[in-house]
């Protein structure tokens, strides 16, 4: 037996004052947070006509969309203040479903930039720069092969905002549009602070700045106080608690990166532990792809209490990272990133200046190159539509502004009302392949009379039918179009209150030249384009 002084016994209770101290900074950022976001959204709403074209024009070719989130995730190295923003601009109306889902897949790519830089701090130590190149670049190429596979499915076929609206809808049953007015994620106990803000600063782009900066500056001090929390900067207990099993890995990069909101960081992690050996590249791959499901959790707080479409872009986020996920977790493909990442590794062993090289053409050189070269691609429409109740006499002018790009076929359609025009009523993509209009969420197909083709809406199941081509229709605004086809949508069964649609496009122009609204076949309400101004 041991003699000498007698150990004290180590108290098991917990220091209160501790949780007391980190609960209330977890609550501190968090209220920060949502207060930014109220900010940010209420900013937006205010900016006017002038910077939500600016918004909708820059991202209105998707691939410089894309960059657009690439870049800015790079400069701020975090996907996650990208991704919030972008909420905030689809709920204020500011920006598009479709125009936003490639700013996220960018902003995925973009915010991996972090785990390389990390890596290039191995350069000075040779085999350890190539294991950390490795190491720090999977992310990178995971998230690039994700978006190569992605992207044309969302360009040609708007795969992920289909299919993200449709479970918007279905989960959350809320109409899609942009959030009203007085929309508050903490309640109406802010709203005159916020009031104050807006009437103290009269400049829109002062408060979107100061909101974005807050809404950064949240997101850094609520990972700072997880991380300190969980002891993540200890390398032996990331170690000996995340890597043993590949499910419990990914599970836990999954929970930290949701709890610290960043994957930036649980991913940085991992370069210095595969530099030296302590771990393999192949072993921190779970755990790297449970941090890109965890980051998505941000969207989802941002877009919780939010509009429809905000829900959506939260969940197209969701989707785009669970089918990379799932993509690259296949026994033949799960290779292919770590092949290109060690290859990288193994190059940058033979020239040292190939991984610099490499983050600045990937992240810096051909975003800017990109959107540089496709600032001046677009052109604008406008189109001026009357519309008429049949029943009561009233009539109502709205306008139509289409942004379009040479040689590429997706616009964007952005709906003003002329009483209200500083904010668009709504915003639709339309796509055109061969004889295929997509226009929203609605297919019209350019056949011969009597082609009909079923679908289903909100509304329930319809048939849509082509009951005639009219060659040489001379429209209101004087212009004459060659090809018009018309359009019929019927519900199916027919209800007893019978509601007919019919819409007339002129398939060349891909315009829609009139609109009708039948009760019990009687026309009810007419809308007619009434001119047309090009640029």
């Known amino acids: 037996m041991t003699e000498g002084r007698i150990q004290p016994p180590i108290s098991s209770r917990p220091n209160w004052r501790m949780v007391a101290k980190n609960t209330a900074f977890i609550v501190l950022a968090l209220l920060a947070f949502f207060f930014a976001l109220d900010l940010l959204i209420s900013s937006l709403q ?40 972008v909420v905030a601009l689809v709920a204020s109306g500011s920006l598009p479903l479709q125009s936003a889902i490639p700013i996220i897949m960018g902003a995925n790519v973009g915010t991996t ?38 992207f044309p499915l969302e360009y040609y076929f708007g795969l992920l905002s289909k299919f993200s609206q449709f479970l918007a809808v279905q989960l959350f049953d809320e109409p899609m549009g942009p959030v009203t007015g007085d929309f508050r994620l903490l309640g109406g106990g802010v709203n005159p602070i916020i009031d104050f803000l807006l009437a103290k600063i009269p400049s829109g782009f002062v408060l979107v700045t100061l909101s974005i900066a807050l809404l950064f500056g949240s997101i850094v001090f609520f990972r ?71 980051t998505t959790i941000t969207a989802f707080i941002a877009a919780v209490f ?11 986020h969701f989707l785009f990272n669970l089918f990379g996920v ?22 940058t062993l033979r020239y040292r200046l190939a991984g610099f090289l490499y983050l600045l053409v990937t992240f810096f050189f051909v975003p800017f190159s990109l959107i540089y070269l496709n600032k001046d691609r677009a052109t604008i429409t406008e189109l001026l539509y009357r519309k008429e109740n049949l029943v009561n006499g009233r009539t109502s002018d709205y306008r139509i502004t289409i942004r379009a790009y040479k040689n590429e076929q997706l616009n964007t359609w952005s709906m003003y009302d002329e009483a209200a025009r500083q904010q668009p009523r709504q915003t639709v993509t339309a796509y055109r392949k061969n004889d295929l209009l997509i226009l929203n969420n609605e297919i019209y197909e350019f056949q011969s009379v009597g082609f009909c083709r079923e679908g289903a809406d909100p509304h329930g199941r319809y048939r849509m039918c082509i009951t005639a ?38 398939s060349r122009e891909n315009l829609i030249v009139q609109r009708e609204t039948l009760h019990n076949s009687r026309v009810t309400e007419r809308e007619w384009l009434t001119e047309i101004k090009r640029p």
């Open 46 to 85: 205010h900016l006017g006509n002038e910077a939500a074209e600016t918004i909708l024009l820059a991202t209105s070719n998707p691939f410089t969309a894309l960059f657009i989130g690439l870049l800015t995730a790079a400069l701020l190295q975090s996907s996650s203040a990208v991704t919030t923003s």
């Open 113 to 150: 930039i972090t785990s390389t830089i990390v890596s290039l701090g191995f350069i000075n130590k040779r085999k350890e720069f190539r294991r950390a190149v490795a190491a720090g670049t999977y992310h990178d190429f995971f998230n690039i092969l994700t978006v190569v596979v992605l």
């Open 224 to 294: 700072r106080v997880l991380t300190d929390i969980l002891g993540l900067d200890q390398h032996g207990n990331v170690e000996r608690f995340f890597f043993n099993w590949s499910l419990v890995s990914f599970l836990w990069g999954l929970v930290i990166t949701a709890l610290i909101r960043s994957s930036t960081v649980t991913t940085s992690l991992v370069v210095p532990l595969v530099a030296k050996k302590i771990v393999k590249l192949r072993k921190a791959v779970p755990f790297i792809l449970g941090a890109n499901m965890g």
């Open 306 to 316: 939010n509009s429809n479409a905000a829900i959506s872009i939260a969940i197209a």
């Open 326 to 347: 799932t993509l690259f977790s296949m026994p033949f493909l799960r290779e292919i990133p770590i092949e290109l990442a060690t290859r990288l590794g193994r190059l």
């Open 469 to 506: 081509i009219d060659t040489g229709l001379k429209g209101a605004s004087g212009v004459q179009f060659d090809s018009v086809f018309v359009f019929e949508k019927r519900y199916v069964p027919q209800p007893a209150d019978s509601v007919v649609s019919r819409v007339f496009i002129a």
